[in-house]
């Protein structure tokens, strides 16, 4: 990645760079643009715990949702069983974890809700979310539309790194 020299961006070469280590959250970042230029941009996210609980999809809930998805699609769709919370850390509220995508122009994905003393309490199909994170990084959410909290480029989760 290019850099900007110091005596051209007007910063101290010995305090901080922007967005970089010691620096203040939301200071501003440097990026290449798709000339190859670099720009200086504002967006730094203040990165929200996700909640994390998990849970395991029972056999009936895993051959129910694989059921959902369409004939003829090729490999068969495999649920996925190791279920975690992807919304931004709650207190009140049912857990969500996605359990598949179904193949085909809007058609969403499968998840599962549970309360927090439960376990996975049924399967819902819901509509993916539209939200795109804003440049540079170039990213859709990943959750459900509609859902709480922060969309998943806004949130930090110690299991992703």
Do not use: I, K
């Not at 203040?24 to 715990?49: I, K, Q, S």
């Not at 804003?134 to 990213?139: R, T, V």
Request: hydrophobic share 30%; net charge negative.
């Amino acid at each position: 990645m290019t850099t900007t020299p110091s005596y051209l961006s007007g910063r101290d070469p010995a305090s901080p760079r922007p967005g970089g280590p010691g620096s203040t959250p939301g200071e501003g970042t440097f990026a290449n643009d798709r000339y190859g230029r670099t720009r200086m941009t504002t967006f730094v996210p203040d990165l929200l715990p996700v909640c994390g609980a998990r849970r395991r999809l029972p056999d009936r809930l895993a051959a129910a949702a694989e059921a959902l998805a369409p004939p003829d699609t090729g490999e068969p769709s495999q649920a996925d069983r190791d279920l975690r919370c992807v919304l931004q850390a709650h207190t009140a509220g049912d857990h969500h974890a996605y359990v598949m995508h179904l193949d085909g122009p809007d058609t969403g994905s499968v998840w599962v809700r549970w309360g927090h003393a439960e376990g996975p309490l049924g399967l819902v199909v819901l509509p993916d979310c539209r939200a795109l994170a804003p440049e540079p990084l170039d990213e859709a959410c990943c959750q459900y539309a509609e859902h709480p909290g922060g969309h998943c480029y806004e949130l930090t989760d110690p299991w992703q790194p």
